[in-house]
């Protein structure tokens, strides 16, 4: 959907100068042009100064109609860049203030898609350039405006002349203004590093956090990393955010984003008279009048005059939207949200192809207090990761590659506040050797009882009556906060994230480490001892969702492993 632009100083350049010529002039397919051409651009300064709330699509589009409208007032071409940018800026300023006046509606903006969280996906940021991208969560509302055009000028999208003009204020102005949202991005780089790292300071800090990046905690956070000997250590040169943004592309509009060029609620024949005398393009005004057009990728345009971004054929299936039963609190006083498993065949009639065992019924938390077994002892010569020591997946798509022979820790990140509701499991794909679930542990299962809600609902790792809950497919084993696998081999670990939002740090891990976990119990301030699986013998569990193959769609490995 994008057409390649050269840049020049004077703004939209000689190779866009005669198309916004041709459209004042009443140019049809040279309006449609433009529309095509430079949504791309707005969408990505309207969502990272939005941080991609549900206001972005409605602020984009009354950009672009904005535009359109008022096309003909534009006297000189090469403006046209820093003149859309303005109008942008305008609607996102506006929209503040609408803010001001009236209640935000919260649960609109947590379904809303994390712009930092497209950004790293959809461009496949890594290293230190996803750690931007996501540091953008700390900033306030304003500098997050600024920072969307800066982040443009840096990646060549923008001049410093026309950042300025589009923030309606001095270049020098806009110099000073650029170097203290730098200063405060590069606060909340640290912010994010320091999360991502093991302070156990830090991780008391956050114990009463709601996951919610906010300015309350962005000082608390920036205070502890200054006073803190192990999270102020950088373990590698920070480099500077400028550096990493250059040449970065323009975030690709996601699938289902759609762009209405018909204005209101108007009939077919209403919005194509309206569209005409606003001079739309031929394009636009033949769809307005035409049934849905069926495409088969990138973006059309459909009866009622929208651009509609699609989904092509051989990407991923869309997990199903939750049901309000699924979230709802259980109206039962147990800790656990987990769906109840459907009996499946005993495992004396269950045929095990190669080894271990066939997970074939969920099974129940154990007393907090019942010490685990014995742990066994396996072979370990050690275990590499592609991630290095540590990886920190949090998105869809993420994936860590696991070889050698000994443990595994899996550690579970359940958001409920960022998005509750049906979750898509991790899956263990291209599996080389053999892979056994060894034990639980992390001092709780994620559906222990952690508080009390407002109106006396528990509140679990899986949610509470405010955010509503976190729910596994049925059958799922529940998760634990730590889960611990031991590998002779090589395995896949992949981050499936769709509907429910939630994390995976994975590292290796050693026999002692698993033991000493399993055995911290209530008498240390657990609030139960964790779980053996293991018992030393080829007979002992593999984990769910695990296989040989390597599907192109991770997610649809099947629940019950049989390797």
């Known amino acids: 959907m994008t057409r390649e632009r050269t840049y020049v100083d004077e703004g939209a350049g000689r190779q866009w100068r005669a198309t916004i010529a041709a459209a004042q002039a009443g140019d049809r397919h040279a309006l449609d042009e433009l529309v095509e051409g430079w949504l791309p651009l707005v969408y990505n300064v309207v969502g ?4 991609g709330h549900a206001d972005v699509d409605d602020v984009v589009q009354e950009t672009m109609l904005r ?78 405006q600024l920072l969307s055009l800066w982040w443009l000028e840096v990646a060549g999208e923008l001049t410093r002349r026309e950042l300025a003009a589009a923030a309606g204020i ?26 991502d790292g093991a302070c156990p300071d830090l991780r008391e800090l956050t114990a009463r956090w709601n996951g919610r990046p906010d300015s309350v905690w962005r000082k608390r956070l920036a205070r502890h990393i200054r006073g803190c000997g192990y999270c102020g250590d950088t373990r590698e040169a920070v480099v500077p955010a400028e550096r990493l943004l250059v040449g970065i592309a323009l975030v690709p509009i996601p ?23 606003a001079g739309w393009s031929a394009k636009v005004m033949a769809a307005l009048t035409q049934p849905a057009v069926a495409v088969t990728a990138g973006a059309t345009i459909v009866a009622g005059g ?20 699924s979230t709802a609190r259980p109206p039962s006083p147990t800790p656990s949200v987990t769906p109840t498993a459907t009996p499946s065949p005993s495992p004396s009639t269950t045929k095990v ?47 860590v590659t696991l070889s050698g022979r000994g443990y595994v820790l899996v550690r579970w990140q359940i958001a409920p506040h960022d998005r509750a509701g ?31 809600a407002s109106d006396g609902g528990d509140v679990t790792g899986m949610g509470g009556p405010d955010t509503g809950y976190t729910v596994l497919p049925e059958g799922a084993q529940q998760m634990w906060q730590n889960e611990y696998f031991y590998i002779d081999g090589t395995v896949t670990l992949n981050l499936n994230e769709r509907g429910a939002s939630y994390g995976l740090t994975v590292m290796p891990s050693s026999w002692e480490k698993v ?41 649809t490995v099947a629940q019950r492993s049989r390797v």
């Open 255 to 277: 699938v289902g984003f759609t762009l209405s060029l018909a204005l209101g609620g108007k009939t077919a024949a209403a919005a194509t008279a309206t569209a005409a005398s």
């Open 515 to 555: 033991n000493e976990d399993v055995r911290y119990g209530p008498p240390q301030g657990a609030i139960r001892y964790g779980l053996v699986r293991d018992n030393g013998k080829d007979t002992a569990p593999v984990p769910q969702y695990v296989t040989r193959g390597t599907p192109g769609d991770p997610a």
């Open 422 to 452: 049906g979750l898509t499991m991790p899956t263990w794909t291209g599996l080389k050797g053999e892979i056994f679930h060894v034990a639980s542990g992390g001092g709780r299962r994620m559906d222990d009882v952690t508080g009390k």
């Open 170 to 195: 001095s270049r020098q102005h806009a110099a000073v203004r650029v170097q203290r949202v730098k200063e405060r991005l590069e606060t909340a780089r640290g912010i994010v590093r320091a999360l």
């Open 48 to 51: 990272r100064a939005l941080n």
């Open 306 to 325: 929208a651009y509609v971004v699609t989904q092509p054929p051989d990407a991923p299936p869309r997990a199903a939207v939750p049901t309000a039963a």
């Open 353 to 399: 192809d190669l080894y271990g065992t066939v997970v074939d019924a969920v099974d129940r938390a154990p007393d907090p207090n019942a010490e685990p077994a014995a742990l066994p002892r396996r072979p370990e010569s050690g275990v590499t990761s592609t991630w290095g020591a540590k990886a920190v997946m949090q998105h869809r798509g993420e994936s």
């Open 67 to 144: 535009a359109v409208d008022n096309l003909g007032s534009l006297r000189d071409p090469d403006s046209f860049r820093s003149w859309l940018v303005a109008i942008a800026m305008r609607q996102i300023r506006d929209r503040a203030r609408r803010r001001q006046t009236a209640q935000l509606d919260e649960s609109a903006a947590h379904e809303a898609t994390d712009f930092a969280e497209l950004t790293v996906l959809r461009l496949q940021l890594e290293g230190q350039r996803r750690e931007v991208a996501e540091a953008v969560r700390w900033l306030d509302d304003e500098d997050r």
